[in-house]
C-alpha cells in the first residue's frame, strides 16, 4: 500500500464519518419537525374540536324550532284573533257534527 493509497482511504474514511454525521444530524432536524408538527395538529384537532361543539350547541332542533316559532306566533298582535276563530271554528264543527279536521302542528 503506497501513501496515496492510504490518503485516498483516509478521505473515504472523512467523508464516510461526515456523511454518517450529516444523516444523524438530518434525523434529529426531521425529529424535531414533526414533534414541531405533532403539536400544531393537536393544536388545530383541539380547535376544530372546540368549533363542532360550538357548532352543535347552537344548532336548533326541530322541536325547539317548533316550540320558538310557536311562542312567536303566540306573541303576534294577531294570535288572539286567530285563536278567538279556530275556537269558534271548533264550535260550529261540534255543532254540525263535523269531525275535526287535521291541522298543521
Given at each position: 500500500?503506497?501513501?496515496?493509497?492510504?490518503?485516498?482511504?483516509?478521505?473515504?474514511?472523512?467523508?464516510?464519518?461526515?456523511?454518517?454525521?450529516?444523516?444523524?444530524?438530518?434525523?434529529?432536524?426531521?425529529?424535531?419537525?414533526?414533534?414541531?408538527?405533532?403539536?400544531?395538529?393537536?393544536?388545530?384537532?383541539?380547535?376544530?374540536?372546540d368549533?363542532?361543539?360550538?357548532?352543535?350547541?347552537?344548532?336548533?332542533?326541530?322541536?325547539?324550532?317548533?316550540?320558538?316559532?310557536?311562542?312567536?306566533?303566540?306573541?303576534?298582535?294577531?294570535?288572539?284573533?286567530?285563536?278567538?276563530?279556530?275556537?269558534?271554528?271548533?264550535?260550529?264543527?261540534?255543532k254540525?257534527?263535523?269531525?275535526?279536521?287535521?291541522?298543521?302542528?
Open positions: 500500500m503506497t501513501l496515496d493509497d492510504f490518503a485516498v482511504l483516509i478521505q473515504k474514511d472523512l467523508v464516510r464519518m461526515a456523511t454518517k454525521d450529516d444523516i444523524k444530524a438530518i434525523r434529529e432536524d426531521a425529529k424535531e419537525d414533526i414533534r414541531v408538527l405533532r403539536n400544531e395538529m393537536r393544536i388545530g384537532f383541539k380547535n376544530l374540536n368549533d363542532v361543539k360550538m357548532i352543535t350547541d347552537t344548532m336548533v332542533s326541530k322541536a325547539d324550532l317548533a316550540n320558538t316559532l310557536a311562542g312567536e306566533l303566540a306573541k303576534a298582535p294577531y294570535a288572539r284573533q286567530i285563536a278567538d276563530l279556530q275556537t269558534r271554528v271548533n264550535v260550529l264543527e261540534s254540525l257534527g263535523v269531525k275535526p279536521t287535521r291541522r298543521a302542528a
